[in-house]
């Protein structure tokens, strides 16, 4: 019996340790470390509807514990995605999870219905984009923009649908609740912190676009407290991230609610981190006698 086996509803995992879009790349600038079948999935770099160049650079900077990055969802597009980089991921051996970001609702369908082939198991929706309809306020701040996009999507694919939380929010819990009522199956967070950095030589701000997304061991705190809250609020599953670097921190999660987890800002510091949380997790379970780490899914709430 596989004690790691993961079940998200319809989003079945071999281990619940993902990696987190952007961390990743497609899978393949990490594939000459290991075998990427080993991991419960791949989720990768967000895919827009058509091309992006992103941000002018500077858009990454090292902070204390952690980094700020302001890549402005550089790639190719969904076409790019499905033409040259599906064909090579899906024979990976995992599940890939595709990252999608729109600046409307119907780019989010249109992406929904473009990515429903062979070789996607799930989409994972970046709900932390500008909407251009409504003054570039970010649809995972407003509860209803959140619920509207997870709709879309739902009726757009029959993959399982990730709504993926931003934190920067005053109440979590009503966006975890939305997303739900909007037909997701299953809940990601956290995305970054809003955070900048400052030259104080230059007297200018280090990231050309000022702001950029803050992640790493910092903002666990935070990850914590939000996926306990919202686990609280919801019945669908949560795929716990945010500073996630060790088999410590990704049990964390679980016991706050998370019922698999993913590695961001880890793989930049030791590629090997997912594999070393999977062989800790599996370490844990044997010595704690457990006949699966989901019986520690949301222990803390008990």
Do not use: W
């Not at 701040?141 to 709504?163: F, H, S, Y």
């Not at 961001?264 to 044997?286: C, R």
């Amino acid at each position: 019996m596989n004690k790691l086996h993961c079940d998200l509803g319809k989003l079945i995992l071999k281990n619940p340790v993902t990696v987190a879009s952007g961390t990743f790349g497609s899978g393949k600038e990490f594939k000459d470390f290991y075998d990427l079948s080993q991991l419960g999935g791949i989720m990768v770099k967000g895919t827009t509807l058509l091309p992006r160049r992103g941000n002018q650079p500077q858009r990454l900077v090292e902070t204390a514990g952690g980094v700020i990055n302001s890549i402005g969802l550089a790639n190719g597009g969904v076409d790019d995605f499905l033409n040259n980089i599906l064909p090579e991921a899906k024979d990976y051996g995992t599940a890939i999870i595709v990252n999608i970001s729109g600046d409307t609702t119907d780019d989010y369908g249109r992406m929904a219905e473009k990515l429903s082939v062979p070789g996607v198991a799930a989409l994972e929706v970046n709900i932390s984009c500008p909407n251009v309809k409504h003054g570039g306020i970010a649809f995972g701040t407003v509860p209803d923009m959140a619920r509207e996009v997870a709709t879309m999507v739902k009726n757009n694919t029959d993959l399982p649908v990730i709504m993926k939380l931003s934190p920067n929010v005053t109440n979590i819990a009503e966006m975890g609740a939305a997303v739900e009522s909007g037909g997701a199956d299953i809940i990601s967070m956290i995305n970054t912190l809003i955070g900048m950095a400052i030259d104080i030589k230059n007297r200018k701000p280090i990231i050309k676009h000022i702001m950029g997304g803050y992640s790493g061991p910092p903002i666990k705190p935070v990850a914590l407290r939000m996926v306990y809250q919202v686990y609280k609020t919801v019945k669908i599953p949560i795929i716990g991230m945010g500073g996630i670097m060790n088999t410590e921190d990704a049990i964390e999660f679980i016991m706050a609610g998370a019922s698999a987890v993913s590695v961001g800002t880890a793989n930049f510091v030791d590629p090997y981190t997912p594999l070393n949380i999977i062989q800790g997790l599996n370490k844990y379970v044997e010595e704690n006698g457990l006949s699966s780490y989901k019986e520690i899914i949301g222990a803390v709430h008990r």
